[in-house]
């Protein structure tokens, strides 16, 4: 059964860094292209960034462009997220997902695989 489990969140202060992993198992995702998305505590979920499957491709929302950066490892079956210069409005509950679409998908709906998520907390 296809899985996908993140790590790396925690409790950091503004300005810090942080890197989030995502671990597959159960199949290779390494055709698919793969996201990472967040939610806030009484907020939908949304869009964080996305990489194509070769890792050529990226997109990011607007909020963390030139923060954030999204790499991949499909020999090791894992996703990146490096988080730098975080700020408190950066907390939250962040996922990773897999998507069968092409064209560097960015709404929730268009994922097909969901890992549980990781808690990130930036402290003021």
């Known amino acids: 059964q296809a899985q996908l489990v993140e790590s790396g969140g925690g409790l950091v202060q503004a300005g810090d860094s942080l890197r989030l992993s995502c671990a597959a198992s159960?199949?290779?995702?390494?055709?698919?292209?793969m996201g990472w998305f967040r939610q806030a505590p009484g907020k939908e979920r949304n869009f964080v960034a996305v990489i194509s499957w070769s890792g050529g491709s990226t997109k990011y929302a607007d909020s963390v462009k030139g923060r954030f950066t999204i790499s991949r490892d499909n020999a090791k079956n894992t996703l990146y997220l490096q988080m730098n210069s975080l700020k408190p409005e950066d907390t939250a509950v962040y996922y990773c997902a897999a998507t069968t679409g092409i064209a560097l998908r960015v709404g929730v709906h268009d994922y097909n695989y969901w890992g549980q998520g990781t808690q990130v907390t930036v402290s003021s």
């Open positions: 159960g199949r290779t995702f390494s055709g698919y292209d």
